[in-house]
């Protein structure tokens, strides 16, 4: 039963490359969202069914119940794979992205959402623009470099679309709830995008263990790589 790692925006499966190098099991599979330094399929439309519907093929690809694991975006598609598929899931991890009907989308999600303001921001999201952006999100600058020089206009019109089809995600995809397989909910309790609250709500309905980061913002699998790998040890065994 593997562990399958699914990255947000704009991320790709290198957000999980810290966490990877030192967890005790090595059956771990992380892909790239399509459109995330990835092709995308024929056909494929970026909306945030799509995406769910893609990672529920690639998992049933397994064989085998999955130990699953979200960040941002990855977050809301593994809380809706689970609702959805259970059968799918020994355990579940999730964080710093919520389903959740009092969540209201950040700024820039709003822009995204806009159309014609959206492809402005776009525009203005050059390397050096987003290195400056991650980096003052608590990301040293050679990573934020990392992540910015991967975010080309393919991944940049997949998070348009994305965004767009989930204006009213909450509604369209009721929030995760118990009974669901045993789940573990990782925040970082400074996130600047969602609020940590939300996070303690996720694991009250779904009786999850919870797990927040002080002194951490967003982009806890790698801010804090060692204790997200301690904790899913634990988690899994």
Same mark, same amino acid.
């Given at each position: 039963?593997?562990?399958? =790692? $699914?990255?947000?925006? !704009? /991320?790709?499966?290198?957000? +999980?490359?810290?966490?990877?190098?030192? *967890?005790?099991?090595?059956? @771990?599979?992380?892909?790239?969202?399509?459109?995330?330094?990835?092709?995308?399929?024929?056909?494929?439309?970026?909306?945030?069914?799509?995406?769910?519907?893609?990672?529920?093929?690639?998992?049933?690809?397994?064989?085998?119940?999955?130990?699953?694991?979200?960040?941002?975006?990855?977050?809301?598609?593994?809380?809706? =794979? $689970?609702?959805?598929? !259970? /059968?799918?899931?020994?355990? +579940?991890?999730?964080?710093?992205?919520? *389903?959740?009907?009092?969540? @209201?989308?950040?700024?820039?999600?709003?822009?995204?959402?806009?159309?014609?303001?959206?492809?402005?921001?776009?525009?203005?999201?050059?390397?050096?623009?987003?290195?400056?952006?991650?980096?003052?999100?608590?990301?040293?600058?050679?990573?934020?470099?990392?992540?910015?020089?991967?975010?080309?206009?393919?991944?940049?019109?997949?998070?348009?679309?994305?965004?767009?089809?989930?204006?009213?995600?909450?509604?369209?995809?009721?929030?995760?709830?118990?009974?669901?397989?045993?789940?573990?909910?990782?925040?970082?309790?400074?996130?600047?995008?969602?609020?940590?609250?939300?996070?303690?709500?996720?694991?009250?309905?779904?009786?999850?263990?919870?797990?927040?980061?002080?002194?951490?913002?967003?982009?806890?699998?790698?801010?804090?790589?060692?204790?997200?790998?301690?904790?899913?040890?634990?988690?899994?065994?």
């Amino acid at each position: 039963m593997p562990a399958f =790692l $699914v990255h947000g925006v !704009p /991320d790709t499966s290198m957000l +999980w490359d810290d966490v990877r190098a030192i *967890l005790r099991r090595k059956d @771990v599979i992380a892909p790239s969202l399509p459109g995330f330094s990835t092709p995308v399929p024929d056909g494929f439309d970026d909306t945030k069914d799509a995406y769910v519907n893609w990672l529920i093929a690639r998992v049933e690809e397994v064989g085998e119940p999955v130990d699953i694991v979200g960040h941002d975006w990855g977050s809301l598609l593994v809380q809706r =794979l $689970v609702s959805l598929r !259970p /059968d799918l899931v020994r355990t +579940w991890a999730a964080g710093g992205g919520p *389903l959740d009907t009092e969540y @209201v989308w950040h700024d820039t999600a709003k822009i995204w959402q806009t159309p014609g303001a959206g492809e402005q921001l776009m525009q203005a999201f050059t390397p050096d623009a987003m290195t400056g952006a991650l980096s003052s999100q608590g990301l040293e600058e050679s990573y934020a470099r990392a992540v910015s020089e991967k975010i080309d206009d393919t991944m940049k019109t997949c998070i348009l679309a994305l965004y767009r089809s989930a204006t009213k995600v909450a509604e369209d995809w009721p929030p995760l709830k118990a009974p669901c397989p045993p789940g573990l909910v990782l925040w970082g309790a400074d996130d600047p995008y969602c609020p940590v609250d939300f996070g303690q709500r996720l694991a009250e309905r779904t009786d999850a263990k919870y797990a927040p980061f002080d002194g951490c913002g967003h982009w806890w699998p790698h801010q804090r790589a060692a204790e997200v790998a301690a904790l899913l040890n634990e988690h899994w065994s």
